[in-house]
């Protein structure tokens, strides 16, 4: 990753952290994945060459420049839903600095909504956004999803009673390996093989 990205990344990181420390409004905090569950998400993303990658939750684009600078390696694309105009107006300006707004299709509005309408298929899956109704959005990607695919979600251990349904969802899916990685705020991580599709 390029130095001028790398300080980018991190000055988005510290603006998000400050203003989440001034906001008491849960709706105006940017909630950024901790820097480790985001490279995580980048290697994750670079070695298995992912090339369509669904973001569900875009927030100010600190994650999504992470998973965009991995697509740019892989030829790939990215669908990013917020249903806040603020936050992806801030992400696309961060992903203009970034230089990977080219890498990024932002949708605003409902991601359930958005989800349903989505051809598909994917082969990489981030859920950071309303966690009550990720197994809806997952139950709706499952024909929308390509034989290999990674399916993540993240704050698996900082929110368990609300992430509780979506984890349920996740074990019952066929053909899927799954863990949770304590890495920052906790990541659901399940992934198919090509082999393994039922």
């Known amino acids: 990753m390029r130095p001028q990205l790398v300080e980018l990344l991190a000055a988005i990181e510290q603006q998000g952290r400050e203003n ?11 909630l950024n994945l901790e820097p480790d569950t985001a490279k995580l998400l ?38 990013s839903i917020e249903r806040s105009p603020e936050k992806q107006a801030m992400a ?6 970034a230089g ?3 890498r990024v299709e932002l949708r605003l509005g409902d991601a359930t ?4 309408e989505l051809t598909g298929p994917f082969d990489f899956v981030f859920f950071d956004a309303d966690r009550t109704s990720a197994p809806e959005q997952l139950r ?11 399916v993540l979600s993240d704050n698996v251990l900082s929110h368990p ?7 349920a969802a996740v074990a019952t899916l066929e053909g899927f390996e799954h863990t ?18 039922p």
């Open 92 to 97: 696309r300006e961060n992903l203009g600095s």
């Open 113 to 116: 909504t958005i989800v349903r």
């Open 180 to 197: 949770v990685v304590p890495v920052g705020k906790g990541l659901s991580l399940a992934y198919r093989s090509a082999g393994r599709i």
């Open 100 to 102: 990977l707004l080219d």
């Open 20 to 30: 989440d420390e001034r906001e008491s409004d849960r709706v105006r905090k940017m």
């Open 42 to 79: 980048n290697i994750l993303a670079r070695s298995s060459g992912a090339r369509r990658v669904l973001e569900i939750g875009t927030s100010n684009g600190y994650s999504t420049i992470w998973l965009a600078s991995a697509v740019a390696e892989t030829g790939g694309k990215i669908i």
């Open 140 to 150: 709706l990607l499952l024909p929308k999803l390509a034989p290999e695919v990674f």
């Open 161 to 167: 009673a609300e992430i509780a349904g979506y984890l």
